[in-house]
């Protein structure tokens, strides 16, 4: 399997760095535990609230997702920015808790699957969280926080990240360093499914490696089948089958296709600010390197 090559170093210890981070972002670790993902926590199980039913499964992973990514962002921010800007806590805070809400999205895909409702990633979807927190008794700031947890990843982000510009797709990079740094991260992070009492052995990858390593085909079919691309007027439009005659819009992409050239032009980007003199012939691999030469 492609993550298990030397050429991609040794996983991340999370014995050195779940200590770092918890002195440094209590606040976002605990969104962690409420979000019931913290890394290596014993599981009690909690009601899928779409379904009624116990869920028990194991969501560890989860976490130490979140701090790998939290890493891998922490780094690139450092080489862009250096390591005592302003900006480089809201990166990081932000990495930690992108998937602080997975296990949500995993009970609506479960329910999902059921019948039990007919929609798991949609904004909309994503919206029933809200009140779902309100009934656990939960502050409204930190509901706020985790509502918008992971707002710059996932295939939902993709539209904020491209642009028409003269007829052209670009992509955005105005005002937006933190959430593209905190895109790509997440796209190089892969972590593996384990059960209770395993460790992940989580790499930095380029996202094309990541998508195939987590065998994003079998686990996130649609993202080969929806999309999104533009009409004349330069608007975003959204189709849940790229196969059928979209004549009418350009650059129609499905999600994997999307994610994989988000990820190259934000790529692309970030190294032109590290090394604006350089000549970096992969991008992607250049900043993978970076990431487990560093970590």
């Known amino acids: 399997m492609l993550f298990m090559s030397v050429e991609f170093g040794k996983p991340i210890d999370f014995n050195r760095q779940l200590p770092n981070f918890e002195s440094r972002f209590p606040q976002e670790m605990d ?11 014993k599981n009690e199980g909690i009601v899928n609230p779409y379904t009624g039913e116990v869920d028990k499964d194991y969501y560890g992973n989860i976490g ?3 701090v790998a990514v939290a890493r891998c962002a922490e780094i690139i921010a450092d080489k862009i920015l250096g390591e005592d800007h302003s900006l480089k806590r809201t990166i990081v805070g932000r990495a930690l808790v992108h998937d602080a809400t997975k296990r949500f999205e995993i009970m609506r895909r479960k329910a999902m699957e059921e019948g039990i409702i007919d929609d798991a990633y949609s904004p909309k979807a994503y919206d029933t969280i809200k009140p779902l927190l309100e009934a656990k008794g939960i502050a409204s700031d930190i509901i706020e926080y985790m509502v918008n947890a992971g707002s710059e990843t ?16 670009k992509l955005k ?18 972590t593996p499914i384990v059960q209770a009492g395993e460790s992940a052995e989580t790499r930095f990858l380029t996202t094309p490696e990541r998508m195939e390593a987590s065998n994003f085909p079998e686990r996130y079919p649609f993202l080969y089948k929806e999309g999104f691309g533009f009409d004349k007027d330069g608007n975003p439009v959204f189709v849940k089958d790229v196969s059928q005659d979209h004549r009418e819009l350009f ?4 999600y994997a ?39």
């Not at 962690?32 to 993902?37: F, I, T």
């Not at 994989?260 to 691999?285: F, K, N, R, T, Y």
């Open 64 to 66: 130490e997702h979140c």
């Open 173 to 190: 990079t105005e005002n937006n360093l933190s959430e593209m740094i905190v895109h790509l991260a997440d796209d190089m992070t892969h």
């Open 31 to 41: 969104i962690l535990r409420l979000g019931g993902v913290y890394p290596r926590e």
């Open 251 to 254: 650059s129609l992409k499905t």
């Open 154 to 169: 996932g295939h939902i982000s993709f539209v904020d990240f491209v642009q028409v510009h003269n007829g052209e797709v």
């Open 257 to 295: 296709q999307w994610q994989a050239w988000i990820a190259q032009a934000i790529s692309s980007h970030l190294v032109s600010l590290i090394s604006p003199q350089g000549q970096v012939e992969d991008p992607q691999e250049y900043l993978k390197h970076l990431a487990n030469t560093i970590l």
